[in-house]
């Protein structure tokens, strides 16, 4: 998969878009040096992940699954009833690790125009090489 390795992130420009709508959540170390990232937005009417990223110098330590806490934090403040993202099924890290957390995947009928047209989306521009799925997770 080194397309996706090498995927270029964000630009700052709209990373700062996502902070400028309170949707960007951060882990900084004692450095005050960013380790790990959870982009938000809305869709459908519910709290989606766009990104979730931990370096590999601060993995396995939780971060990942309290940011996703703090995202529902998020959901729940702005009164939204899911947290949903689309993710490869496969890959041991993505849709594996979600279910560990709670998520559910969606069928192909419970999937409302946004989330369907992300799917499309990925699908267009050729992430569905790997199968991708739609998940997710009542805000409780
Ligand atoms: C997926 C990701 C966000 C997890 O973050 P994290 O802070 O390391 O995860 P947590 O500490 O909350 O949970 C650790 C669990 O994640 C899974 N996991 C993390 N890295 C893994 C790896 N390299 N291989 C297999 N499982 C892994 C395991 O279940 C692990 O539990 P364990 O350590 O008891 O085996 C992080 O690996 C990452 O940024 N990956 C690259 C980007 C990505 O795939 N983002 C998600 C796209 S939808």
Do not use: K
Not at 121 to 126: D, L, P, R, S
Request: proline share 4%; glycine share 8%; hydrophobic share 45%.
């Amino acid at each position: 998969m080194a397309a996706i390795a090498d995927d270029e992130p964000l630009t700052v420009t709209e990373l700062a878009l996502f902070q400028a709508r309170g949707c960007a959540l951060v882990f900084a170390d004692r450095m005050d040096e960013p380790v790990a990232y959870l982009l938000l937005e809305r869709l459908d009417g519910n709290a989606h992940v766009e990104q979730l990223s931990v370096h590999p110098s601060h993995a396995r330590q939780g971060l990942g699954s309290s940011l996703l806490d703090a995202a529902e934090e998020w959901a729940r403040a702005e009164g939204l009833e899911w947290l949903t993202l689309t993710t490869f099924r496969e890959v041991p890290w993505n849709a594996p690790y979600y279910r560990r957390l709670g998520f559910q995947e969606l069928a192909g009928h419970e999937l409302d125009d946004g989330l369907r047209g992300i799917l499309e989306w990925e699908a267009m521009v050729g992430l569905d090489r790997w199968p991708r799925v739609a998940m997710r997770r009542r805000v409780g």
